[in-house]
């Protein structure tokens, strides 16, 4: 009863043990078929099926594995009954400079003809010597072909391109202290911190808007100047910033810390003392979020396009603070107005240097997401309106500010429609060339707008009056 079943699995057991043992006599085969190849290694597995990219070699009892040699290159020898390859071999060694005595003697030909068959049988045999000939024709002429010796010209302009001590001209200064600075970027922070400023309301006060106007360029000049500094190497592949000073080398990196250190000590000093330390505080951390966070995320996530956003938004902030010392909501307003007009403004300036931000290796939304781009900027633009109904129900402006802008809001909005459906270069330049105007305009019709608020003195002044 059991008997059956039992035979059939042993002869199962049987036919596999068998093809086992097949398979171990062809690779026992193919192992002696290389060991009588190459009988310097005992024993070597290089053609088994799970060793192809690795073969074991067994040497003293010890096994070594390594990887498989690259293999030489294999010398082509020539057949000896084909005379024109031979002949064409033949021609190579022939050349020799050492002719002066050959010339004149009529044994030549016989000499040639004796020296031929030899030369023949040597290119044909071995390449080697071959090489040999040439090397000893080669050495018994005067020249020496190894040697070269260095112009004056190309001397200098091999220094020329490595390091060197600079020579800073005292008139070149000014030019390039504004360009290292960013001069317009300064501009453009100083300008959207007297806004800041003029729409605080208090009193205005010349001296003490002149000083934070100061302060807060020289803080801007500070983080321009360390962003480059940090940037050269970046800087120099791409077409926009491949003329700063610190990649042309106009100035050296010491010279531009210097100048960094020189702008934002004062700067932040007095905006601490002379205006008030929240002022002071908000200054060194804007140079803080700019040159330690903006600056390093631009090579590591799309995220620095909103920290630069944020970095944008503080200067009214500031200059609202200054004015009042304290933060209220109509600086965060402020703030807010700058940091949605940023990104219409940068991404449509970025969309036409995508080539430029790849080659710099900058990770920003034009190159990486740039349909997220479209939408980012869309989005904002339409933004700019719900933030300018917001500041007559915050007490900034009259009712007369979102009417009085809502056109200029409609058209940069409808700009970034067009920059959203399109996204080609010539949407992309009309949106960036009406952030240009946009903002200025946007600030001063808040300004003509600016609600007034009543003087503390009348207001302490009224319940005297009805007691009266």
């Known amino acids: 009863m059991f008997k059956t079943p039992c035979s059939r699995l042993s002869?199962?057991?049987?036919?596999?043990?068998?093809?086992?043992?097949?398979?171990?006599?062809?690779?026992?085969?193919?192992?002696?078929?290389?060991?009588?190849?190459?009988?310097?290694?005992?024993?070597?597995?290089?053609?088994?099926?799970?060793?192809?990219?690795?073969?074991?070699?067994?040497?003293?009892?010890?096994?070594?594995?390594?990887?498989i040699p690259k293999q030489a290159p294999v010398l082509t020898i020539v057949d000896e009954r084909d005379d024109s390859i031979e002949r064409q071999v033949q021609r190579i060694p022939t050349i020799d400079p050492v002719v002066t005595d050959t010339v004149s003697q009529p044994e030549d030909v016989t000499s040639k003809t004796q020296l031929e068959e030899p030369t023949l049988k040597a290119t044909s045999g071995d390449v080697g010597l071959h090489k040999e000939s040439e090397s000893s024709t080669v050495m018994t002429s005067e020249e020496t072909p190894h040697v070269q010796v260095e112009s004056e010209e190309a001397r200098e302009a091999r220094l020329d391109k490595q390091w060197k001590m600079l020579k800073v001209d005292v008139a070149d200064l000014p030019d390039i202290y504004a360009k290292l600075a960013k001069i317009k970027l300064t501009?453009?922070?100083?300008?959207?911190?007297?806004?800041?400023?003029?729409?605080?309301?208090?009193?205005?006060?010349?001296?003490?808007?002149?000083?934070?106007?100061?302060?807060?360029?020289?803080?801007?000049?500070?983080?321009?100047?360390?962003?480059?500094?940090?940037?050269?190497?970046?800087?120099?592949?791409?077409?926009?910033?491949?003329?700063?000073?610190?990649?042309?080398?106009?100035?050296?990196?010491?010279?531009?810390?210097?100048f960094a250190l020189a702008c934002g000590v004062p700067g932040v000093t007095l905006l601490t003392l002379a205006v008030n330390p929240l002022t002071g505080f908000l200054g060194a951390l804007n140079i803080f979020l700019y040159t330690?966070?903006?600056?390093?995320?631009?090579?590591?996530?799309?995220?620095?396009?909103?920290?630069?956003?944020?970095?944008?938004?503080?200067?009214?902030?500031?200059?609202?603070?200054?004015?009042?010392?304290?933060?209220?909501?109509?600086a965060l307003l402020l703030g807010g107005f700058l940091y949605s007009w940023q990104f219409p403004h940068f991404n449509a300036l970025s969309w036409n240097l995508r080539e430029d931000y790849s080659r710099g290796g900058y990770r920003m939304m034009s190159v990486t997401h740039p349909g997220m781009c479209k939408r980012v900027a869309l989005r904002h633009s339409v933004g700019l309106i719900?933030?300018?109904?917001?500041?007559?129900?915050?007490?900034?402006?009259?009712?007369?500010?979102?009417?009085?802008?809502?056109?200029?809001?409609?058209?940069?909005?409808?700009?970034?429609?067009?920059?959203?459906?399109?996204?080609?270069?010539?949407?992309?330049?009309?949106?960036?060339?009406?952030?240009?105007?946009?903002?200025?305009?946007?600030?001063?019709?808040?300004?003509?707008?600016?609600?007034?608020?009543?003087?503390?003195?009348?207001?302490?002044?009224?319940?005297?009056?009805?007691?009266?």
Not at 436 to 443: E, G, T
Not at 453 to 460: F, G, L, V, W
Request: glycine fraction near 6%.
């Open 11 to 67: 002869g199962l057991v049987g036919v596999s043990v068998k093809q086992q043992l097949i398979q171990c006599n062809h690779s026992t085969q193919r192992l002696i078929q290389l060991h009588r190849r190459d009988p310097s290694n005992w024993l070597t597995y290089q053609h088994l099926n799970f060793l192809k990219r690795q073969y074991v070699t067994k040497k003293n009892s010890e096994l070594h594995q390594r990887a």
């Open 187 to 258: 501009a453009l922070v100083v300008t959207t911190a007297a806004a800041g400023f003029a729409m605080a309301p208090v009193p205005f006060d010349p001296a003490l808007f002149f000083v934070s106007s100061l302060g807060t360029g020289l803080a801007s000049c500070t983080a321009n100047s360390i962003n480059q500094y940090f940037e050269v190497p970046f800087d120099s592949n791409m077409n926009r910033t491949k003329n700063r000073p610190l990649v042309r080398g106009q100035i050296s990196p010491l010279h531009a810390v210097c």
């Open 292 to 330: 330690c966070c903006y600056t390093p995320l631009k090579r590591l996530s799309i995220t620095n396009t909103w920290v630069g956003a944020v970095v944008g938004a503080i200067p009214p902030v500031m200059g609202w603070t200054a004015a009042t010392g304290c933060l209220e909501p109509g």
């Open 386 to 468: 719900g933030l300018s109904t917001l500041a007559p129900v915050m007490d900034v402006t009259t009712w007369t500010f979102p009417v009085i802008s809502l056109p200029i809001n409609l058209y940069i909005s409808y700009l970034a429609f067009r920059f959203y459906y399109k996204g080609d270069r010539n949407s992309a330049r009309k949106l960036f060339f009406c952030s240009l105007w946009h903002l200025p305009m946007l600030l001063l019709l808040a300004l003509t707008c600016k609600k007034q608020r009543k003087d503390p003195e009348s207001t302490a002044s009224s319940p005297v009056t009805l007691q009266s």
